[in-house]
């Protein structure tokens, strides 16, 4: 098993930055990749980005390249998630989520999932 816990969520004006963080605990060996997604009130849970954890490969949701990057510290068995130029549409629940098979944009093929961090961006 592997388990995760997100921290760095918060309330913050448009146009600031947060950085997310997810450290990972127990088989971390088993991980391929990992990613983060979203999920807003009401609305399915979103993907926005995810790396493999060897090559450092990267995947981004196009409506926020260049704002957000993702990255992984591998000693330390974390991955970031730095949010510049944020916007209200951002506000969400952020989930970090692990893959022991392959970098995707789908949900459904990540076997590990934190409990998840708030994020709000404020007009």
């Known amino acids: 098993q592997v388990q995760l816990v997100e921290s760095g969520g918060g309330l913050v004006q448009a146009g600031g930055s947060l950085r997310l963080s997810c450290a990972a605990s127990?088989?971390?060996?088993?991980?391929?990749?990992m990613g983060w997604f979203r999920q807003a009130p009401g609305k399915e849970r979103e993907f926005v980005a995810a790396i493999t954890w060897s090559s450092g490969s990267t995947l981004y949701l196009d409506s926020v390249k260049g704002r957000f990057t993702i990255s992984r510290d591998s000693p330390k068995t974390t991955v970031y998630l730095q949010m510049n130029s944020l916007k209200p549409e951002d506000t969400a629940v952020y989930y970090c989520a692990a893959s022991n098979i392959m970098v995707t944009p789908v949900a459904s093929r990540y076997d590990y999932w934190g409990q998840g961090t708030q994020v709000t961006v404020s007009s």
């Open positions: 127990g088989r971390t060996f088993s991980i391929y990749a």
